[in-house]
């Protein structure tokens, strides 16, 4: 008889991935009308907040403000939520129960990035309705926003994830995530001519930057070959990197 190895072939990636993703909708589904809440509840709020103040603005600055609170709605589930997700599961040891399966640590990361991102793709679609009513601007709605919005999620979700790892608690991971969302705010909905030259020059190292340019092109109809693939190489080669430290950061002992 020929003797046969009794270790386990490795499952897929996807196959792997799906099964993550699975558990992760399973642990989540008690509570999905609350993350839905949040996605949508904040930026849809900022849009009606800074129409009734400013009234009646160019179609340039309306975008603006649409794109900017797309991003913001993405960010508060792929850093926000996420960085104190990253957070608990580190305190509780829940990564090394990860690391006894056959899969990869950043897997995990992005499966509970999916998770959260089908919460914020209803708050995005309120944004658009909502500030698309408001402010009456035609919007080029296309296939190409959905991979624009999952390269922006994966994106994010790297920042919110090495937040987690490095946080000392949950608390403290949702403390920063917080203020990290407010800055993607502040970059979002403010014009590039209106920010200090010092803010601008920082900004390009902000993936969420890449972000809303991206989007505001898709949206406003006028993206270029050029621009589309500069925006979105950006946004994938921060998502490497970010997820690179983010498989260092998992396998750190506090």
Request: hydrophobic residues 55%; glycine residues 8%; positive net charge.
């Amino acid at each position: 008889m020929t003797a046969q190895s009794s270790a386990q072939p490795a499952p897929p990636a996807l196959q792997s991935s799906w099964v993550l993703l699975r558990m992760q909708m399973t642990r989540l589904r008690r509570n999905w009308r609350q993350y839905v809440v949040v996605s949508s509840a904040m930026p849809t709020g900022i849009v009606l907040l800074l129409h009734a103040m400013s009234g009646p603005v160019s179609r340039a600055m309306a975008l603006q403000v649409i794109t900017g609170n797309l991003v913001l709605s993405v960010a508060i589930t792929s850093i926000a939520m996420l960085a104190q997700q990253v957070a608990w599961m580190k305190a509780t040891r829940t990564f090394d129960y990860f690391r006894t399966l056959p899969v990869a640590g950043p897997a995990v990361v992005l499966s509970i990035l999916v998770a959260y991102l089908c919460f914020a793709i209803p708050g995005m679609a309120v944004v658009l309705a909502v500030g698309r009513a408001l402010y009456g601007v035609g919007l080029q709605v296309g296939w190409t926003l959905l991979p624009a919005v999952l390269l922006t999620g994966v994106a994010l979700s790297g920042i919110g994830a090495a937040i987690g790892l490095m946080s000392r608690n949950d608390q403290l991971a949702g403390l920063i995530g917080n203020l990290v969302m407010m800055v993607v705010l502040f970059l979002g909905i403010i014009p590039a001519e209106r920010v200090p030259a010092a803010v601008d020059a920082v900004s390009w190292l902000v993936p969420s930057t890449y972000a809303v340019h991206l989007l505001l092109a898709l949206l406003g109809g006028g993206a270029s070959a050029a621009e589309w693939l500069r925006d979105a190489g950006a946004l994938a080669l921060s998502s490497v990197l970010l997820f690179w430290l983010v498989d260092r950061l998992s396998y750190r002992v506090d």
